[in-house]
Structure formats: C-alpha cells, structure tokens
Nanobody, 128 residues
C-alpha cells in the first residue's frame, strides 16, 4: 500500500521560502494526482495545489498562485512544494495526498474526499 511522508516544515519569517517534500514509499507516483492541503485549527482543510504526475498539469489556489510551485523528481517518488514569499496566513499543517488515476485528468477536478492516501502532515509557522 502506498505511503506518504511529508517533511520540510518549520518556523520561518515572512518573506522567506521553504520547500516541502512528500516522499512515496512502496510505490512510485506514476499516474497519480498528488495534492497539497493545509489546515488551521478550527477551519476547513484547504487545497493549496495539485499536480498530475502523468502529464504535469498543475493547479494552484488563488491564495498561493505565483508564490508556490509543485514539482516531481524524475523517479516519481517525491513531490515537492516550493513556497516563496511566505506570509503569516500560510501558517498551517500541510498534508500531501495522492489518488491513483484511472484515466488522464486535470488534477483540479478531484475533491479532497477522493484522495485516498494521506501523509501525517508537517507544520509551517510564518511569524516574525
């Protein structure tokens, strides 16, 4: 069974950058939709971005567009979320999630409820 492990979170100051990693074990992420979600206590989980590993199509929420970038490694075992110009509003627990694709699709069509494999989360705190 696919397992995901996130890393790279931490405490940063506003304007700084971080890169999160989502590493897959037991399987590669070929032909998957992989998404990053974030959640703040007391608020609903928000999808930040996603990528389809089959063709590389991506989606970014308006709140992060232009600042965050998703990518994969060549072996399709790791998905990255590179975050620039971090803001205090980006403070949250970040989760990666994966969904095996049965057909080529834009990753943005999938809701969080369709992702069936989740990592444990990594905390990002943006504060001066």
């Amino acid at each position: 069974q696919l397992q995901l492990v996130e890393s790279g979170g931490g405490l940063v100051q506003p304007g700084e950058s971080l890169r999160l990693s989502c590493v897959a074990s037991k399987f590669t992420l070929n032909y998957y939709s992989v998404a990053w979600f974030r959640q703040v206590p007391g608020k609903e989980r928000e999808e930040v971005s996603c990528i389809s590993t089959s063709d590389g199509n991506t989606y970014y929420s308006e709140s992060v567009k232009g600042r965050f970038t998703m990518s994969t490694d060549g072996a399709k075992t790791t998905v990255y979320l590179h975050m620039d110009s971090l803001e205090p509003e980006d403070t949250a627990v970040y989760y990666c999630a994966a969904l095996r694709l049965s057909t080529q699709a834009m990753c943005s069509v999938f809701s969080e409820y369709e992702y069936d494999t989740w990592g444990q989360g990594t905390q990002i705190t943006v504060s001066s």
